[in-house]
Protein backbone atom coordinates (compact mmCIF):
# COMPACT_ATOMS: atom_id res chain seq x y z
CA UNK A 1 0.00 0.00 0.00
CA UNK A 2 1.21 3.59 -0.74
CA UNK A 3 0.51 6.67 1.48
CA UNK A 4 -2.49 9.46 1.23
CA UNK A 5 -0.88 11.92 -1.23
CA UNK A 6 -0.62 8.79 -3.88
CA UNK A 7 -4.56 10.47 -5.22
CA UNK A 8 -3.95 9.59 -8.81
CA UNK A 9 -7.30 8.57 -10.69
CA UNK A 10 -9.25 9.55 -7.10
CA UNK A 11 -13.30 10.39 -7.53
CA UNK A 12 -14.87 13.00 -6.05
CA UNK A 13 -12.29 15.95 -5.61
CA UNK A 14 -14.80 18.07 -8.08
CA UNK A 15 -13.48 20.69 -10.28
CA UNK A 16 -10.34 22.47 -11.26
CA UNK A 17 -9.99 26.09 -10.99
CA UNK A 18 -8.09 28.01 -13.56
CA UNK A 19 -6.03 31.34 -12.40
CA UNK A 20 -5.05 34.24 -14.04
CA UNK A 21 -1.61 33.53 -16.16
CA UNK A 22 2.12 34.97 -15.24
CA UNK A 23 3.70 34.64 -12.51
CA UNK A 24 1.82 33.22 -9.51
CA UNK A 25 1.43 35.47 -6.62
CA UNK A 26 1.08 34.59 -2.86
CA UNK A 27 -2.53 34.19 -1.76
CA UNK A 28 -1.46 34.74 1.70
CA UNK A 29 1.83 36.36 3.41
CA UNK A 30 2.36 33.64 5.20
CA UNK A 31 2.29 31.22 1.93
CA UNK A 32 5.80 33.87 0.98
CA UNK A 33 7.42 32.96 4.55
CA UNK A 34 6.29 29.50 4.46
CA UNK A 35 7.97 29.19 0.92
CA UNK A 36 11.21 31.15 1.85
CA UNK A 37 11.52 29.24 5.08
CA UNK A 38 11.41 25.62 3.26
CA UNK A 39 13.94 26.61 0.79
CA UNK A 40 16.48 27.97 3.25
CA UNK A 41 15.91 25.26 5.79
CA UNK A 42 16.21 23.28 2.57
CA UNK A 43 19.74 25.39 2.00
CA UNK A 44 20.99 23.44 5.38
CA UNK A 45 22.27 20.17 3.40
CA UNK A 46 20.25 18.14 5.98
CA UNK A 47 17.59 16.04 4.16
CA UNK A 48 17.18 15.12 0.29
CA UNK A 49 13.85 15.80 -1.43
CA UNK A 50 13.39 12.42 -1.57
CA UNK A 51 13.52 12.46 2.19
CA UNK A 52 11.29 16.00 2.20
CA UNK A 53 8.34 15.05 -0.08
CA UNK A 54 8.06 11.73 1.97
CA UNK A 55 7.85 13.75 5.25
CA UNK A 56 4.75 15.52 3.54
CA UNK A 57 3.28 12.40 2.40
CA UNK A 58 3.95 10.66 5.74
CA UNK A 59 1.44 13.31 7.33
CA UNK A 60 -1.41 11.47 8.89
CA UNK A 61 -4.15 11.14 6.66
CA UNK A 62 -6.50 13.22 8.08
CA UNK A 63 -3.94 16.54 8.94
CA UNK A 64 -2.90 15.86 4.86
CA UNK A 65 -6.50 16.08 3.66
CA UNK A 66 -7.13 19.50 5.80
CA UNK A 67 -3.82 21.46 5.56
CA UNK A 68 -3.48 23.23 2.68
CA UNK A 69 -0.44 23.40 0.48
CA UNK A 70 1.96 25.30 2.35
CA UNK A 71 0.62 24.07 6.04
CA UNK A 72 2.20 20.56 4.85
CA UNK A 73 5.11 21.99 3.82
CA UNK A 74 5.47 23.84 7.34
CA UNK A 75 4.00 20.67 9.15
CA UNK A 76 6.29 18.67 7.09
CA UNK A 77 9.85 21.05 7.78
CA UNK A 78 8.89 21.06 11.36
CA UNK A 79 9.12 17.42 11.48
CA UNK A 80 12.21 17.04 9.35
CA UNK A 81 14.23 19.38 11.51
CA UNK A 82 13.05 18.06 15.14
CA UNK A 83 14.19 14.68 13.08
CA UNK A 84 17.68 15.84 12.70
CA UNK A 85 18.04 17.27 16.00
CA UNK A 86 18.34 20.56 14.49
CA UNK A 87 14.82 21.99 16.33
CA UNK A 88 13.88 20.63 19.88
CA UNK A 89 10.19 19.42 20.42
CA UNK A 90 10.19 22.11 23.25
CA UNK A 91 11.34 24.84 20.81
CA UNK A 92 8.27 24.16 19.24
CA UNK A 93 6.06 24.43 21.79
CA UNK A 94 7.65 27.43 23.31
CA UNK A 95 7.49 29.22 19.43
CA UNK A 96 11.14 30.09 20.48
CA UNK A 97 14.42 29.27 20.79
CA UNK A 98 17.80 30.40 22.76
CA UNK A 99 20.08 32.18 20.12
CA UNK A 100 22.80 30.15 18.77
CA UNK A 101 25.71 31.13 16.13
CA UNK A 102 25.29 30.46 13.22
CA UNK A 103 24.94 26.98 11.38
CA UNK A 104 28.08 25.93 9.48
CA UNK A 105 25.88 25.13 6.88
CA UNK A 106 23.74 28.40 6.67
CA UNK A 107 22.34 29.21 3.63
CA UNK A 108 23.44 33.29 2.95
CA UNK A 109 22.04 35.08 1.22
CA UNK A 110 24.72 35.37 -1.44
CA UNK A 111 24.66 31.76 -2.44
CA UNK A 112 20.99 32.03 -2.90
CA UNK A 113 21.52 32.86 -7.01
CA UNK A 114 23.55 30.03 -7.58
CA UNK A 115 22.35 27.58 -5.43
CA UNK A 116 19.08 27.83 -7.18
CA UNK A 117 20.35 28.16 -10.74
CA UNK A 118 22.78 24.76 -9.88
CA UNK A 119 20.14 23.09 -8.46
CA UNK A 120 20.80 19.64 -7.60
CA UNK A 121 21.31 17.05 -10.47
CA UNK A 122 19.81 13.35 -10.11
CA UNK A 123 21.68 11.66 -12.57
CA UNK A 124 24.49 9.67 -12.05
CA UNK A 125 27.14 7.44 -13.69
CA UNK A 126 25.95 3.84 -14.08
CA UNK A 127 25.25 0.32 -15.90
CA UNK A 128 23.41 0.80 -18.80
CA UNK A 129 19.65 0.03 -19.19
CA UNK A 130 18.43 -3.45 -19.17
CA UNK A 131 15.26 -2.11 -21.93
CA UNK A 132 15.24 0.08 -24.46
CA UNK A 133 12.56 1.90 -26.68
CA UNK A 134 10.16 -0.26 -27.76
CA UNK A 135 9.89 -3.06 -24.79
CA UNK A 136 6.97 -3.89 -23.06
CA UNK A 137 7.38 -3.92 -19.51
CA UNK A 138 4.79 -4.76 -16.43
CA UNK A 139 5.39 -2.33 -13.20
CA UNK A 140 5.73 -3.65 -9.47
CA UNK A 141 2.63 -4.79 -7.77
CA UNK A 142 1.42 -3.70 -5.28
CA UNK A 143 3.10 -0.44 -5.72
CA UNK A 144 5.13 0.12 -2.83
CA UNK A 145 9.11 0.61 -1.15
CA UNK A 146 10.57 -2.75 -1.14
CA UNK A 147 13.15 -2.09 1.22
CA UNK A 148 11.28 -0.05 4.07
CA UNK A 149 7.79 -0.53 5.08
CA UNK A 150 5.41 2.13 4.47
CA UNK A 151 8.59 4.22 2.56
CA UNK A 152 8.78 6.55 -0.10
CA UNK A 153 8.41 5.07 -3.23
CA UNK A 154 7.30 7.06 -6.87
CA UNK A 155 5.20 4.45 -8.34
CA UNK A 156 1.74 5.61 -7.77
CA UNK A 157 -0.70 2.37 -7.31
CA UNK A 158 -2.68 4.01 -10.36
CA UNK A 159 -0.13 1.74 -12.32
CA UNK A 160 0.94 -0.62 -10.52
CA UNK A 161 0.75 -4.10 -12.35
CA UNK A 162 0.15 -2.71 -15.32
CA UNK A 163 1.87 -2.97 -18.63
CA UNK A 164 3.33 -0.25 -20.91
CA UNK A 165 5.93 0.79 -23.50
CA UNK A 166 9.30 2.08 -22.46
CA UNK A 167 9.27 5.60 -25.16
CA UNK A 168 12.23 7.33 -22.89
CA UNK A 169 15.72 6.96 -21.63
CA UNK A 170 17.06 8.94 -18.93
CA UNK A 171 20.32 7.62 -17.75
CA UNK A 172 20.26 6.47 -14.62
CA UNK A 173 19.06 8.49 -11.92
CA UNK A 174 18.93 8.49 -7.86
CA UNK A 175 16.70 6.02 -6.90
CA UNK A 176 14.26 7.65 -4.21
CA UNK A 177 13.38 4.16 -2.74
CA UNK A 178 16.65 4.23 -0.85
CA UNK A 179 17.99 7.63 -0.83
CA UNK A 180 14.79 9.00 1.19
CA UNK A 181 16.07 7.15 4.08
CA UNK A 182 19.40 7.22 3.93
CA UNK A 183 20.30 4.53 1.99
CA UNK A 184 22.27 5.57 -0.49
CA UNK A 185 21.43 7.09 -3.58
CA UNK A 186 21.69 3.52 -5.77
CA UNK A 187 21.00 5.12 -8.85
CA UNK A 188 19.66 3.29 -11.93
CA UNK A 189 18.23 3.33 -14.95
CA UNK A 190 15.11 5.71 -15.37
CA UNK A 191 12.81 5.34 -18.17
CA UNK A 192 8.91 6.96 -19.15
CA UNK A 193 6.80 4.32 -19.64
CA UNK A 194 3.76 5.35 -21.65
CA UNK A 195 0.24 3.33 -20.41
CA UNK A 196 -3.12 3.19 -22.62
CA UNK A 197 -5.71 4.82 -20.71
CA UNK A 198 -7.76 2.11 -21.24
CA UNK A 199 -5.56 -0.01 -19.98
CA UNK A 200 -5.71 2.04 -16.16
CA UNK A 201 -9.17 2.93 -15.95
CA UNK A 202 -11.26 0.65 -17.74
CA UNK A 203 -12.09 2.89 -20.71
CA UNK A 204 -10.42 5.75 -22.46
CA UNK A 205 -11.99 9.39 -22.82
CA UNK A 206 -11.05 8.82 -26.42
CA UNK A 207 -9.14 6.09 -28.16
CA UNK A 208 -5.01 6.61 -28.38
CA UNK A 209 -4.89 8.64 -24.90
CA UNK A 210 -2.10 7.66 -23.11
CA UNK A 211 -0.10 8.43 -19.54
CA UNK A 212 3.12 8.35 -19.28
CA UNK A 213 5.65 7.96 -15.71
CA UNK A 214 8.89 8.34 -15.04
CA UNK A 215 9.93 4.85 -13.20
CA UNK A 216 13.32 3.55 -12.00
CA UNK A 217 14.34 -0.09 -13.89
CA UNK A 218 14.20 -2.16 -10.57
CA UNK A 219 9.89 -1.38 -10.21
CA UNK A 220 10.05 -2.65 -13.84
CA UNK A 221 10.44 -6.47 -15.35
CA UNK A 222 10.15 -7.49 -18.84
CA UNK A 223 6.13 -8.01 -19.87
CA UNK B 1 15.50 -3.71 8.20
CA UNK B 2 15.85 0.02 8.44
CA UNK B 3 12.32 1.66 9.94
CA UNK B 4 10.39 4.44 9.05
CA UNK B 5 9.88 7.08 11.56
CA UNK B 6 7.02 6.33 14.13
CA UNK B 7 4.04 7.23 12.20
CA UNK B 8 2.70 8.67 15.48
CA UNK B 9 5.67 10.92 16.07
CA UNK B 10 4.77 14.30 14.23
CA UNK B 11 5.98 17.00 16.23
CA UNK B 12 4.70 19.62 13.91
CA UNK B 13 1.51 19.29 16.47
CA UNK B 14 3.47 20.99 19.02
CA UNK B 15 3.06 23.90 16.72
CA UNK B 16 0.13 27.03 17.37
CA UNK B 17 -2.82 25.59 15.09
CA UNK B 18 -2.99 29.00 13.46
CA UNK B 19 -0.72 28.56 10.08
CA UNK B 20 -0.10 31.74 10.01
CA UNK B 21 1.46 31.94 13.55
CA UNK B 22 2.80 28.53 13.00
CA UNK B 23 5.24 29.75 10.47
CA UNK B 24 5.74 32.75 12.35
CA UNK B 25 7.07 30.45 15.33
CA UNK B 26 8.96 28.52 13.42
CA UNK B 27 10.89 31.02 11.32
CA UNK B 28 11.65 32.70 14.85
CA UNK B 29 12.94 29.63 15.92
CA UNK B 30 15.02 28.95 13.00
CA UNK B 31 16.53 32.66 12.75
CA UNK B 32 17.44 32.31 16.22
CA UNK B 33 18.86 29.58 16.34
CA UNK B 34 21.17 30.63 13.45
CA UNK B 35 19.92 27.97 10.85
CA UNK B 36 18.15 30.41 8.79
CA UNK B 37 19.28 33.74 7.28
CA UNK B 38 16.31 36.55 6.91
CA UNK B 39 18.40 38.09 3.98
CA UNK B 40 18.56 34.37 2.16
CA UNK B 41 14.55 34.18 2.39
CA UNK B 42 14.32 38.12 0.57
CA UNK B 43 16.68 36.69 -1.87
CA UNK B 44 14.68 33.04 -2.45
CA UNK B 45 10.94 35.73 -2.76
CA UNK B 46 12.67 38.16 -4.81
CA UNK B 47 14.08 34.91 -7.27
CA UNK B 48 10.47 33.76 -7.36
CA UNK B 49 7.97 36.58 -6.77
CA UNK B 50 10.38 38.86 -9.62
CA UNK B 51 12.61 37.25 -11.92
CA UNK B 52 11.53 33.77 -12.73
CA UNK B 53 8.72 33.00 -14.44
CA UNK B 54 6.45 31.97 -17.10
CA UNK B 55 8.08 34.47 -19.53
CA UNK B 56 11.17 32.18 -19.18
CA UNK B 57 9.36 29.65 -20.84
CA UNK B 58 7.42 31.61 -23.21
CA UNK B 59 10.99 32.69 -24.76
CA UNK B 60 12.45 29.22 -25.08
CA UNK B 61 8.76 28.65 -27.11
CA UNK B 62 8.86 31.61 -28.91
CA UNK B 63 12.81 30.58 -30.02
CA UNK B 64 11.67 27.10 -31.31
CA UNK B 65 8.86 28.26 -33.35
CA UNK B 66 11.30 30.79 -34.87
CA UNK B 67 14.26 28.73 -34.94
CA UNK B 68 14.61 25.12 -36.61
CA UNK B 69 17.69 24.60 -35.30
CA UNK B 70 16.77 25.51 -31.49
CA UNK B 71 13.77 23.58 -32.42
CA UNK B 72 15.88 20.32 -32.51
CA UNK B 73 18.32 21.20 -30.34
CA UNK B 74 15.27 21.34 -27.45
CA UNK B 75 13.91 18.10 -28.57
CA UNK B 76 17.24 16.53 -28.51
CA UNK B 77 18.45 18.01 -25.17
CA UNK B 78 16.17 20.53 -23.47
CA UNK B 79 18.15 20.80 -20.21
CA UNK B 80 21.27 22.11 -22.30
CA UNK B 81 19.13 24.23 -24.87
CA UNK B 82 17.78 26.17 -21.91
CA UNK B 83 21.23 26.51 -20.08
CA UNK B 84 22.36 28.15 -23.23
CA UNK B 85 19.71 30.79 -22.84
CA UNK B 86 20.63 30.77 -19.08
CA UNK B 87 17.54 28.99 -17.62
CA UNK B 88 18.75 26.36 -15.64
CA UNK B 89 18.37 24.94 -11.72
CA UNK B 90 16.30 24.02 -9.29
CA UNK B 91 13.61 21.86 -9.65
CA UNK B 92 14.61 21.92 -13.62
CA UNK B 93 18.04 20.34 -13.44
CA UNK B 94 16.55 17.85 -16.12
CA UNK B 95 14.00 19.22 -18.71
CA UNK B 96 12.52 17.41 -21.61
CA UNK B 97 10.31 19.49 -24.41
CA UNK B 98 7.20 17.54 -25.29
CA UNK B 99 5.73 19.08 -28.80
CA UNK B 100 2.23 19.34 -29.31
CA UNK B 101 1.36 18.01 -33.02
CA UNK B 102 -2.32 17.63 -34.47
CA UNK B 103 -1.54 14.06 -33.59
CA UNK B 104 -0.87 14.24 -29.85
CA UNK B 105 -1.51 17.00 -27.31
CA UNK B 106 0.73 16.37 -23.90
CA UNK B 107 -0.43 18.07 -20.70
CA UNK B 108 1.82 17.63 -17.78
CA UNK B 109 0.44 16.66 -13.79
CA UNK B 110 2.22 15.30 -10.70
CA UNK B 111 0.10 13.03 -9.24
CA UNK B 112 2.12 12.28 -6.29
CA UNK B 113 2.94 16.14 -5.18
CA UNK B 114 3.43 19.07 -7.23
CA UNK B 115 6.59 18.69 -9.75
CA UNK B 116 6.69 21.51 -12.15
CA UNK B 117 9.31 23.14 -14.31
CA UNK B 118 10.55 26.00 -11.80
CA UNK B 119 12.96 28.10 -14.06
CA UNK B 120 11.07 27.90 -16.83
CA UNK B 121 7.63 28.46 -15.18
CA UNK B 122 8.26 29.52 -11.68
CA UNK B 123 6.11 28.25 -8.78
CA UNK B 124 3.19 26.37 -9.69
CA UNK B 125 -0.26 28.08 -9.84
CA UNK B 126 -2.71 26.60 -6.89
CA UNK B 127 -4.86 24.39 -8.95
CA UNK B 128 -1.79 22.65 -10.58
CA UNK B 129 -0.82 21.68 -6.75
CA UNK B 130 -4.58 20.84 -5.74
CA UNK B 131 -6.15 17.64 -5.26
CA UNK B 132 -8.81 17.84 -7.93
CA UNK B 133 -5.84 18.62 -10.48
CA UNK B 134 -3.87 15.43 -8.91
CA UNK B 135 -6.86 12.74 -8.93
CA UNK B 136 -8.24 13.53 -12.39
CA UNK B 137 -5.74 15.02 -14.82
CA UNK B 138 -4.45 11.33 -15.19
CA UNK B 139 -7.74 10.02 -15.48
CA UNK B 140 -10.10 12.49 -17.27
CA UNK B 141 -7.81 14.94 -18.79
CA UNK B 142 -9.91 16.00 -21.48
CA UNK B 143 -12.98 16.82 -19.12
CA UNK B 144 -10.57 18.44 -16.91
CA UNK B 145 -9.24 20.35 -20.52
CA UNK B 146 -13.08 21.55 -20.81
CA UNK B 147 -13.02 23.59 -17.42
CA UNK B 148 -10.01 25.28 -18.74
CA UNK B 149 -12.11 26.33 -21.77
CA UNK B 150 -9.94 24.05 -24.25
CA UNK B 151 -11.93 21.21 -26.46
CA UNK B 152 -9.49 19.31 -28.23
CA UNK B 153 -10.13 18.11 -32.38
CA UNK B 154 -11.19 14.67 -33.14
CA UNK B 155 -8.30 12.47 -33.77
CA UNK B 156 -6.01 14.01 -31.70
CA UNK B 157 -4.74 11.67 -28.91
CA UNK B 158 -3.79 13.44 -25.15
CA UNK B 159 -0.82 12.21 -23.91
CA UNK B 160 -0.45 12.56 -20.35
CA UNK B 161 2.63 13.26 -18.52
CA UNK B 162 2.72 12.13 -14.94
CA UNK B 163 6.32 13.57 -13.47
CA UNK B 164 6.98 10.87 -11.23
CA UNK B 165 11.12 11.66 -11.12
CA UNK B 166 13.71 14.85 -11.57
CA UNK B 167 12.55 15.02 -15.01
CA UNK B 168 10.76 18.20 -15.82
CA UNK B 169 8.43 18.23 -19.03
CA UNK B 170 8.02 21.75 -20.73
CA UNK B 171 5.03 21.36 -23.29
CA UNK B 172 5.77 23.23 -26.41
CA UNK B 173 2.44 24.29 -27.96
CA UNK B 174 1.45 24.44 -31.55
CA UNK B 175 2.36 27.86 -33.15
CA UNK B 176 -0.70 29.65 -33.90
CA UNK B 177 -1.95 30.46 -37.77
CA UNK B 178 -1.46 34.07 -38.40
CA UNK B 179 1.42 34.25 -36.70
CA UNK B 180 3.80 34.38 -39.48
CA UNK B 181 5.46 37.69 -39.41
CA UNK B 182 5.45 38.03 -35.87
CA UNK B 183 9.32 38.06 -34.18
CA UNK B 184 10.11 36.16 -31.01
CA UNK B 185 9.36 38.76 -28.59
CA UNK B 186 5.65 39.08 -29.88
CA UNK B 187 5.15 35.41 -30.12
CA UNK B 188 6.57 35.07 -26.66
CA UNK B 189 3.20 37.14 -25.47
CA UNK B 190 1.22 34.36 -26.85
CA UNK B 191 2.42 31.61 -25.01
CA UNK B 192 0.55 31.69 -21.55
CA UNK B 193 1.78 29.50 -18.79
CA UNK B 194 -0.60 27.17 -19.23
CA UNK B 195 -0.19 26.57 -22.68
CA UNK B 196 3.17 25.11 -21.45
CA UNK B 197 1.86 23.27 -18.75
CA UNK B 198 -0.97 21.87 -21.66
CA UNK B 199 -4.32 22.79 -19.66
CA UNK B 200 -4.13 25.70 -22.11
CA UNK B 201 -3.83 26.64 -25.93
CA UNK B 202 -1.72 30.08 -26.84
CA UNK B 203 -3.62 33.32 -27.57
CA UNK B 204 -4.49 33.77 -30.70
CA UNK B 205 -2.81 36.97 -32.34
CA UNK B 206 -4.79 39.74 -32.56
Not at chain 2, 168 to 184: F, H
Request: hydrophobic fraction near 45%.
Amino acid sequence: MTRVHDMGGRWGDGPVVPEPQGIVPFAEDWHRTALALTLAAGGLGAWTIDASRHARERLAPKDYARFSYYEKWIAALADLLVAEGLVTGAELAAGKAASAAPHPRLFRAGSVGPALARGTPYARPAAAPAFTVGDIVRTRLPARNTRVPGGHTRLPAYAAGQAGRIVLIHGAHVLPDTNAHGLGECPEPLYTVAFRAGDLWGEAEAPGDEVTLDLWQSYLERA
Amino acid sequence: MPHDHADHDHPHSLLPSDPALRVKALETILVAKGLVEPAAMGAILDTYERRVGPHLGAAVVARAWSDPAFRAQLLEDATAAVAALGISGRQGEHVVAVENTPEVHNMVVCTLCSCYPWPLLGIPPAWYKSDAYRARAVREPRRVLAEFGVTLPDGQAVRVWDSTAEVRYLVIPMRPEGTGGMDEAALAALVTRDSMIGTGLPERPR
